[in-house]
C-alpha cells in the first residue's frame, strides 16, 4: 500500500484511520515519532528525501498534515506551535502598510496581537462588528486592504459570519479571506470549499481534544505565493511544533468526528434545556432559531452547531460567578474543544478591557452524559437562585 490520500473516502473514515497509512519502513499502522533533530547528507553531500534538519522536515509532520488538508479539502496544511503562531504567520506574511479587517469580537489573544503587535509592526488594523458582510464591504479599501480574518462561530457570544458572502467582498477588493475555524471544526464548516483562501485552527482545542497538546494549524486553499511566505516564515520565525506534539495531535484526530458529534447534540440539549429557564436571561448557541446567526449557520455548518454555548445569568455577575462556583462537573478552567467539560467566566478572564456583559458563562460541552451536565447546571442555578 501506498500512502497517498484517496479523496473518494468521507473525512470521518480518514479521520478514523488517520488517512490510513502505514509505516514505509516497518508496516506499523501507528507512525513512529521521529525524535532526531537533523538528517544525513549521503557520500555526494546530497540530503536524502530533502531532509536536513527537523525545523520542518521531519516527517512526523507530513501524515497529520496530509491528514489535515484532506479534512478542510485544501490543497497543503501546515502545523505550529500554538493556534497563536499559526495566526501570526498569516498577519506576518503581509507588509507593513497592509490594510485588515478583523471582527471587533474574536479571539482575545489575537486581537491583543493585532492591537499591540500589528498596529506597531504597520499593519493598519480595523474591527468591524462580526456576523455583518456589510461592516466588511463599508471597511474594506480596495487595493489596500490585503487580508479580512474573521471567525465563525466567535468566541463567546457564538455570532456566525457568512464566510460565501465574506469571500466575495475581500475577493473583490483584491484581499484574502481567513477564517479562524477552531470553535466549527472540520466535521462541521469546511471554509475553504466556502471561498476562504486560508484556514486556521487551534489545535489545541477540538483537534486534539484532550487538553494535553498546545498546537496550530494552517490549511490553504491554493499552493501559491503567499502560502511559499507563510512556509518560509514558519521556517524562519521558528514556531514549529514537536514532533511528540505532532504525534499527539493525529491520535487525537482519529476521534475528531465521534468528539464532535457527541459534544454538538448535548450542546443542543443543553441549550433548548436552559432556555426560559427561571434563572437564566439568555442562552446563546448558533443552534437555536432566536439565535442571530441560525439562519446562516444552518445554511453554512452541517451534522451540527458547535459544542460552545453561553449563558446569561439572571443577577448579574455575582450570580454567574456563584453558579460557577457551585459546578461540580464543570472545571472552572480556561479553554475549550476538549472531552471534559468547562465554564468559563469571560468578564474575569479578560478584565477591564472586556466587552462581554459580566453576568455571562462561557460554556465548553464535553463527552460526558448530557444528563449529568444537564442536572449540575440545574443544581448550580437552584443553590444561586
Ligand atoms: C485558543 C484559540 C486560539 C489560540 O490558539 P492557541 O493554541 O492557544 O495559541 C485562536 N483562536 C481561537 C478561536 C481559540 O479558541
Redesign the pocket.
Known amino acids: 500500500m501506498t500512502n497517498h490520500v484517496d479523496k473518494s473516502r468521507k473525512p470521518s473514515t480518514l479521520a478514523a484511520q488517520a488517512l490510513g497509512w502505514l509505516d514505509p519502513s516497518t508496516n506499523a499502522v501507528v507512525p513512529p515519532i521521529h525524535t532526531s533533530t537533523n538528517y544525513a547528507r549521503d557520500e555526494n553531500y546530497e540530503k536524502v528525501g530533502d531532509r536536513g534538519y527537523t525545523r520542518d522536515e521531519n516527517p512526523t509532520y507530513e501524515q497529520v498534515e496530509a491528514l489535515l488538508a484532506a479534512l478542510e479539502d485544501g490543497s497543503d496544511a501546515m502545523v505550529f506551535s500554538?493556534?497563536?503562531?499559526a495566526?501570526t504567520t498569516v498577519m506576518l506574511s503581509l507588509a507593513p502598510g497592509d490594510h485588515v479587517i478583523a471582527p471587533s469580537i474574536m479571539?482575545f489573544?489575537?486581537r491583543n496581537w493585532l492591537v499591540h503587535v500589528g498596529r506597531h509592526w504597520g499593519l493598519e488594523v480595523d474591527f468591524v462588528p462580526p456576523g455583518e458582510t456589510a461592516a466588511i464591504a463599508a471597511a474594506v479599501r480596495p487595493g489596500k486592504t490585503k487580508l479580512v480574518w474573521v471567525?465563525s462561530p466567535c468566541?463567546p457570544t457564538w455570532d456566525i459570519t457568512d464566510i460565501e458572502a465574506a469571500a466575495r467582498v475581500a475577493h473583490d477588493a483584491g484581499a484574502m479571506l481567513g477564517v479562524?475555524s477552531?470553535?466549527a471544526t472540520p466535521v462541521l464548516s469546511r471554509p475553504l470549499t466556502l471561498g476562504a483562501d486560508i484556514v486556521m485552527h487551534?489545535?489545541?482545542?477540538y483537534l486534539n481534544g484532550h487538553g494535553d497538546v498546545?498546537?496550530?494549524v494552517l490549511v490553504t486553499a491554493r499552493d501559491d505565493e503567499s502560502w511559499a511566505r507563510m512556509k518560509y516564515l514558519r521556517f524562519e520565525n521558528g514556531g514549529m511544533l514537536g514532533a511528540f506534539e505532532a504525534w499527539l495531535l493525529l491520535r487525537g484526530l482519529r476521534t475528531l468526528y465521534l468528539r464532535v458529534e457527541k459534544s454538538c447534540a448535548s450542546t443542543m440539549r443543553i441549550a433548548r434545556h436552559f432556555t426560559g429557564h427561571d434563572g437564566v436571561a439568555e442562552v446563546l448557541y448558533p443552534g437555536l432559531p432566536s439565535h442571530t446567526g441560525h439562519a446562516v449557520a444552518a445554511r453554512q455548518m452541517h451534522d451540527g452547531f458547535g459544542g460552545m454555548m453561553s449563558i446569561r445569568v439572571k443577577g448579574g455577575a455575582g450570580a454567574a460567578l456563584n453558579v460557577a462556583k457551585e459546578l461540580k462537573l464543570f472545571a472552572r478552567a480556561t479553554?475549550?474543544g476538549g472531552v471534559e467539560s468547562l465554564v468559563e467566566h469571560r468578564a474575569t478572564v479578560e478584565g477591564e478591557d472586556s466587552p462581554f456583559p459580566d453576568d455571562l458563562l462561557r460554556l465548553s460541552i464535553g463527552i460526558e452524559d448530557a444528563d449529568d451536565l444537564i442536572a449540575d447546571l440545574e443544581q448550580a442555578l437552584a443553590a444561586t437562585a
Open positions: 500554538s493556534g497563536m503562531a495566526a479571539y489573544g489575537l471567525e468566541n479562524d477552531t470553535a487551534s489545535g489545541t482545542k498546545l498546537a496550530g479553554s475549550l
